[in-house]
């Protein structure tokens, strides 16, 4: 993400003679010239509208308005007497539409989040007007799915509150807190408002929350930069293409060639004017990659250009970083070789919206490698250091939390797509509230249980390796529930509420519907633990290691709702259930 180590976005580069950015003062706005950084004097009145607007109200939406409709969909396709498993295959389609917005957003950045949320505010309009029809339904639910804003809000919430590591980690953690809140309580009012207003009342409401959602995003500052940096993308890639126009070099007729060696057409003969140093005597003049003519009269001078040019680059991978291309053309200056650095972009461009288009440094590189060579216009590209991927000591803690995220949200979200239809057909309950108010209690108890113990037992590491120290029972406790074994406990709890939903016991499976919302909240705040863990600090790795959640999360949920529906409806009403406890 460009942070530094003290948590603090990175600032963009600047030229080295150019003295340091100032502080910014007052609330961050579209011109600030980094969108979402948090200021250390910005004013606590508008840091508390921020985390207001950006921890509590915009996950509450989002969480009601995914999770409204799965309290009642069932039982109105059932009402309509269309079939469920077109309704999982709807749920897989908006789930692979997920994964690719999750992924077009990570790239895109504000701006895209904010088109797909008006796009999704304006496919509620057929609905308001008939809900007999199953397009306009289904149109309404696969949006509702498919097109949020969850992945930009956590960009949000990084930039302005990531002044400390204390201070981002209550950011995040109440935006998560907030996300379950409103995830939890949605299953209650979808059935309440299902109860008493049916099809219409939920369309209605819909388009309320989702209408608040774009209003956020529209007052949002780093939206409003992201949009700034889109209009003017045109003109930096112009700027760009002339950053690596070939450089004619003219060579004076009263420079006679070295009689010592033919010179190769495009050489430079330094040797009469400039008296080389020892170690470049037996030394080409051309570089290894035959890209540019290295004149100097110390190796260890050219050496220290190059690092500094090469240090001033940075990393492509970094999708939140500025990117500027620094091109270096060989010149000659009356008669003499001379290096000439061109000057380099710095279109002032936010940390949130670079993940929009490709680096000026990436397009230069590109365009010197299709342009065809030319001895005259000789162009050097410094290499980038690739860092755009996971190290290779992270790949399998990887796979086994994608895994982990993979299973229990195929165990959750297939229990969450069936309990309004199944406790309806197999314990006589005809209330949605009720059976909403059965799903919603679990996740709400899970935030409550989360409350608690951040308060009571904070997680410590001073307390872990004491723990470890200990010997004996305590020692042995910590080894087996220390990361990363405390996801092994989530397994097993996930394989016997799964095996408990098919006992035929009202009170059971009750009580194993309300603990599976718990072990689902529980689980979701250990995998992001666990990326913490593994991130070592570093906020890019952490956001690639979300990445690699969020994608497992939406297979999960692809593959969970069709297999529920059509093991429900074609095989039996307990085999999705046995499903869930089979892969736990």
């Known amino acids: 993400m460009g942070a530094m180590e003290e948590g603090i976005a990175a600032p963009g580069n600047k030229h080295s003679d150019e003295p340091p950015p100032s502080t910014i003062e007052g609330p961050q ?3 600030s010239p980094k969108c979402g950084a948090a200021s250390s004097t910005q004013s606590g009145c508008w840091k508390r509208l921020n985390f207001l607007k950006l921890c509590v109200f915009l996950p509450v939406c989002n969480g009601i308005i995914n999770g409204m409709l799965w309290s009642a969909n069932s039982l109105h396709f059932q009402e309509q007497g269309w079939p469920l498993e077109r309704l999982g295959l709807y749920g897989l389609l ?6 690719v917005m999750t992924q077009l957003t990570s790239r895109f950045g504000p701006w895209f989040s904010l088109m797909i949320n008006i796009i999704h505010l304006a496919c509620l309009v057929p609905v308001m007007i008939s809900d007999q029809e199953e397009w306009r339904v289904t149109m309404q639910f696969v949006v509702q799915v498919s097109l949020d804003a969850i992945l930009a809000n956590d960009a949000f919430v990084f930039f302005h509150f990531s002044e400390s590591e204390s201070e981002a980690a209550y950011a995040t953690s109440a935006q998560l807190q907030s996300y379950v809140l409103g995830y939890a309580s949605a299953s209650t009012i979808g059935g309440i408002i299902y109860d008493l207003a049916r099809w219409p009342g939920l369309a209605t409401t819909h388009l309320i929350l989702q209408a608040s959602v774009c209003g956020v995003l529209l007052i949002e500052p780093c939206v409003h930069r ?24 003219c060579v004076p007729e009263a420079v006679e060639p070295a009689p010592v060696a033919a010179n190769l057409p495009g050489m430079v003969d330094t040797s009469q004017d400039h008296p080389q140093d020892d170690g470049f005597r037996n ?3 051309f570089s290894s990659d035959n890209s540019t003519i290295s004149v100097s009269s110390s190796k260890k001078d050219a050496n220290a250009a190059q690092k500094s040019e090469h240090a001033q680059l940075p990393s492509d991978s970094n999708v939140f970083d500025p990117s500027t291309a620094v ?12 290096t000439a650095k061109r000057p380099r972009f710095d279109t002032d461009q936010s940390d949130a919206s670079q993940a929009s288009h490709t680096s000026q440094a990436r397009l230069s590189m590109l365009l010197a490698e299709t342009r065809p060579p030319n001895r005259n216009s000789l162009v050097l590209i410094p290499v980038q250091t690739q860092k755009g991927k996971l190290h290779r000591d992270l790949w399998f803690p990887a796979f086994l939390l994608a895994t982990f995220s993979f299973m229990y949200n195929c165990a959750y979200v297939g229990e969450w797509a069936l309990f309004a239809i199944y406790f309806k057909e197999q314990h006589n309950w005809d209330s949605a509230t009720w059976a909403g108010v059965a799903q919603s209690s679990g996740d709400i108890l899970a935030a409550v249980i989360l409350q608690i113990l951040a308060r009571v037992a904070p997680p410590s590491t001073e307390k872990e390796e004491a723990g470890f120290k ?8 910590y080894a087996i529930s220390s990361k990363p074994y405390n996801a092994v406990w989530c397994c097993l709890w996930w394989v016997l509420l799964s095996a408990g939903m098919t006992v035929p016991n009202l009170p059971v499976v009750v009580l194993s519907q309300v603990l599976m919302g718990t072990l689902y909240v529980i689980s979701m705040q250990t995998t992001t633990r666990l990326n913490t863990f593994y991130s070592l600090g570093d906020p890019d790795v952490f956001l690639k290691l979300q990445l690699v959640k969020l994608n497992s999360e939406a297979v999960g949920n692809a593959i969970a709702v069709v297999t529920a529906m059509v093991l429900y409806e074609r095989v039996h009403p307990n085999a999705p259930f046995y499903v869930s406890a089979g892969m736990g």
């Open 94 to 99: 908006s789930s692979v539409l997920r994964l």
């Open 226 to 249: 992201s949009i700034k940096d889109l209009c003017r993308r045109k003109e930096d890639k112009e700027e760009a293409m002339n950053a690596v126009l070939p450089v004619s070099i």
């Open 29 to 31: 706005t579209a011109d």
């Open 327 to 338: 091109v270096t053309s060989s010149q000659v200056d009356k008669g003499r070789g001379a």
């Open 283 to 285: 030394r080409s003049r």
């Open 470 to 477: 200990a010997g004996g029972a305590k020692k042995l406790w």
